[in-house]
């Protein structure tokens, strides 16, 4: 039975959206597309789901959903960093911080509060960020993501391929094509895997958590604990716009 309201959470990334909508804590729908979809989807899913009330927008794109929304009559909450988080910010440039890296501390803090959380994204850019045991968001490190390797290796010189992912990889390669695998994802996996080392040399009980869109293919060369759902930057977002409607 649906409650007297619901919320809807959207996070619009640079070419596709993902959106959640939620009766307390408990999400009862999500989907996602390409932005250029972005309207006709969402309206057709609110006029399904009647009892939203708030919505809680994360956009780092140029796409335009406030008039919609609006004329919905759905009150707009806009992510940035004055809102409140269940999590204390101690970054000193706050104002220049990712919403979805704000969105996925957020998660990792709401599903295991009062521990050590590295959470890694693994997205267009791959983001790597610490939350300790005092809920303490400290920050982290941005990279190139693995397409983003791909591309720039074949952008950036003459006769280098533009290769498509792989799962598997061999150091060394022995072709040109292996070679640039063993770099893109060997590497990227011994980046993250030399900042998961660090964050333990110094730390107790670390929860290292990964999700994005290369989390599978990174999986079978990383050291991971928790791998989270899809779904997982959805809840984070539900637990800002809890902590912040009015």
């Known amino acids: 039975m649906l409650q007297d ?4 959470v959207v996070d619009i990334g640079n070419n596709f959206f993902k959106l959640g909508i939620f009766e307390n804590s408990n999400l009862v729908f999500s989907f996602f597309d390409k932005n250029d979809k972005i309207d006709i989807e969402i309206e057709k899913i609110i006029c399904k789901y009647s009892k939203i009330t708030n919505a809680l927008i994360s956009n780092v794109s140029s796409v335009k959903i406030n008039d919609l929304l609006n004329r919905l009559n759905i009150k707009i909450y806009k992510l940035d960093s004055t809102f409140i988080f269940p999590f204390e910010l101690n970054y000193k440039t706050p104002e220049s911080l990712g919403n979805d890296r704000l969105a996925l501390a957020a998660a990792a803090t709401i599903l295991f509060p009062n521990s050590n959380n590295l959470v890694i994204d693994a997205g267009t850019c791959i983001t790597i960020d610490f939350i300790d045991n005092k809920n303490h968001f400290l920050g982290g490190s941005i990279s190139p993501g693995v397409k983003m390797r791909y591309d720039s290796l074949n952008h ?4 280098l391929p533009l290769l498509k992912n792989e799962n598997n990889f061999n150091y060394p390669g022995d072709s040109t094509n292996a070679s640039i695998h063993a770099g893109i994802i060997g590497g990227v996996s011994n980046e993250i895997n030399g900042f998961i080392k660090q964050i333990n040399s110094r730390n107790d009980k670390v929860n290292v958590i990964l999700t994005g ?3 599978k293919i990174l999986s079978k060369t990383l050291k991971i604990t928790i791998f989270a759902n899809q779904n997982f930057i959805l809840e984070g977002l539900n637990s800002i716009l809890n902590l912040n409607k009015n």
Request: hydrophobic share 35%; net charge negative; glycine share 10%.
């Open 5 to 8: 309201y619901m919320n809807l």
């Open 213 to 215: 869109g290369d989390a």
């Open 156 to 159: 950036y010189t003459a006769n």
